[in-house]
């Protein structure tokens, strides 16, 4: 965003001669001059000034205002002077709620002209107060200024002064090491409060409405090994309850439903119909960090609920299963880097259709192994042990974020996928699958 700012310059004297005869212009004398000014207004050389907003604090208290700073600073070789506007104006997005619009106050004592030399650099805060149904992740998207949207976590527990004052510490740190130690303070020993890195049962991207994220990995792959066919998965959670504070540990607080849908397709038979299709619904108790803590993992996480599978057929291709689970996720080494994740669910069948001998062949434990970063590499794999014989299978997925090869502007994953044993589908569950590679897209890992 940029504000041109003109520069007033002194008339020219007049000459002697001009009382007597005025000079000769020729037309492309006249023509160049004109040029020139042109020249002057439209390239470098002009005074002008550029104004960027700083990105806000991540987490926020309620009870403390959203502050944003507009650092103006002038870019040219010439002092300048500038106007700043009494407010600015912003919309807030949060949850089900429509956008809703909040004009921040300039703070007080700043004057309303600012004299820049070249060079020179100025910081300027606005504020409002919170909008009352502000709560959960908001995105903050700038009205009638160009810059990128911030997206902000609300803290309305009873930790809103401890956040507020750790918030305030980390924007006054003078040096990396101290803004990551207030940060630590405010975000607790494991990262955001909203999205922590390195969720084992999700990503770390999150959507705008702040009850919604991903939930296992969402993928579209295509692979051959005589027969082509293709796989694809579809998954979500939602967040039933937001609550005042985002890092309670109380059952409703954090009590989430997902969906997750898989089909095998199959592109080499006539009209290429869907193999099998898994659909299923989840209800559950999920926190990505207990807060137990050892020497031995950098953090512990826990699901438990009810999962339901079916692949939604009638008569003898009917599958269906119900499992109670739990889920503890231990994770070790350094969330932000390489780090190794180790995440077993343990079930039990309550009830099965036309499918009752399928622990012979997928056990009781899907046992998941994951190795990489966040923001590199990761591969995953998927173990399960039937109860009798060597029934199981192995199920690979190596994720590479597309920004890394293709540029920035890129997003999700390439997706290469290894499977070999029983159960890919809940159709042939009780059927050794022939080994399948695929290689495809995968939106979240």
């Not at 231990?330 to 622990?359: C, M, Q, R």
């Amino acid at each position: 965003m940029r504000f041109h700012a003109s520069l007033a310059r002194p008339a020219p004297r007049t000459s002697p001669q001009s009382h007597h005869t005025l000079p000769r212009i020729s037309c492309a004398t006249l023509l160049s001059t004109l040029v020139a000014i042109a020249a002057l207004a439209t390239f470098p050389g002009e005074a002008r000034a550029t104004v960027a907003m700083l990105q806000p604090a991540r987490v926020a208290a309620a009870n403390e205002p959203l502050q944003i700073t507009l650092l103006y600073s002038a870019d040219d070789a010439r002092a300048l002077t500038i106007t700043v506007p009494p407010t600015i104006r912003v919309t807030v997005n949060g949850a089900e709620q429509s956008p809703q619009p909040l004009d921040l106050q300039r703070e007080p004592g700043v004057p309303e002209t600012l004299h820049l030399r070249p060079g020179q650099f100025r910081k300027v805060r606005f504020s409002a107060p919170w909008p009352r149904s502000a709560r959960g992740e908001v995105r903050i998207d700038p009205v009638g200024f160009d810059a990128s949207p911030a997206l902000i976590a609300i803290n309305r527990g009873p930790q809103q002064d401890a956040v507020a004052q750790a918030e305030q510490a980390e924007s006054q740190a003078g040096t990396p090491a101290q803004a990551a130690e207030t940060a630590a303070a405010v975000d607790g020993p494991t990262g955001d409060a909203m999205s922590p890195p390195g969720d084992s049962l999700s990503t770390t991207g999150r959507g705008v409405l702040s009850h919604v994220s991903y939930y296992e990995p969402m993928y579209f792959a295509v692979g051959h090994n005589g027969d082509t066919n293709a796989r694809l998965q579809l998954s979500f959670k939602y967040r039933i309850l937001m609550p005042d504070d985002l890092r309670s540990k109380a059952f409703l607080d954090n009590l989430y439903f997902a969906y997750t849908q898989t089909s095998i397709w199959d592109l080499s038979a006539d009209s290429r119909p869907f193999r099998d299709t898994t659909y299923s619904p989840q209800l559950f108790y999920y926190v990505p960090d207990t807060g137990w803590h050892s020497p031995f993992f950098t953090r512990m996480g826990f699901a438990a609920g009810i999962a339901h599978e079916s692949n939604g057929k009638a008569g003898t291709d009917s599958r269906s299963i119900n499992m109670p689970f739990i889920r503890p996720t231990w994770e070790f080494g350094d969330l932000t880097g390489n780090h190794l994740t180790v995440s077993p669910k343990i079930y039990y069948y309550l009830g099965t259709s036309n499918n009752p001998d399928i622990a012979d062949y997928r056990g009781y434990v899907d046992l998941l192994v994951k190795y990489g970063s966040p923001d590199g590499w990761q591969l995953a794999t998927t173990l399960r042990k039937g109860t009798k014989h060597w029934y199981g299978s192995i199920d690979s997925q190596f994720t590479y974020p597309l920004a890394r090869l293709l540029g920035s502007k890129w997003g999700g994953y390439i997706w290469v996928g290894y499977f070999n044993g029983y159960g890919e589908d809940l159709l042939d569950y009780n059927n050794r699958q022939h080994w399948m590679a695929r290689i495809g897209y995968s939106i979240a890992r």
